[in-house]
């Protein structure tokens, strides 16, 4: 029912900054919606979530560097991300997740951020 489009990825340099964008179909109100990473030969990993509400998980690796927001009225969820190592290299997912009688959950296509010198 939702596409997610994601954009904002690009190559970048160590300690540099990015912002991702996800940008939805519809209205994004009654989702929780995230951003997710895989790097080659990893799993696919928790970066940030933010409720309806706009209560806000960051994994560990991640907190206090990026920063997850949503603007519902645009439909879009972003992902500020400061002080970028090179261990963030991954291909960054947008998620949106419905909570009701049933779950329904939305991936985007990804985009590349890639943070080398």
């Known amino acids: 029912q939702v596409q997610l489009v994601e954009s904002g990825g690009g190559l970048v340099q160590p300690g540099g900054s990015l912002r991702l964008s996800c940008a939805a179909s519809?209205?994004?109100?009654?989702?929780?919606m995230g951003w997710y990473r895989q790097a080659p030969g990893n799993e696919r990993g928790l970066v940030a979530t933010i409720t309806i509400g706009g209560i806000t998980i960051y994994a560990a690796s991640v907190k206090g560097r990026f920063t997850i927001s949503r603007d519902d009225a645009k439909n879009t969820v972003y992902l500020q991300m400061n002080s970028l190592k090179p261990e963030d290299t991954a291909a960054y997912y947008c998620?949106?997740?419905?909570?009701?009688?049933?779950?329904?959950?939305?991936w985007g296509q990804g985009t590349q951020v890639t943070v080398s010198s």
């Open positions: 519809g209205s994004i109100s009654s989702y929780t």
């Open positions: 998620n949106a997740v419905y909570y009701g009688i049933s779950k329904r959950q939305y």
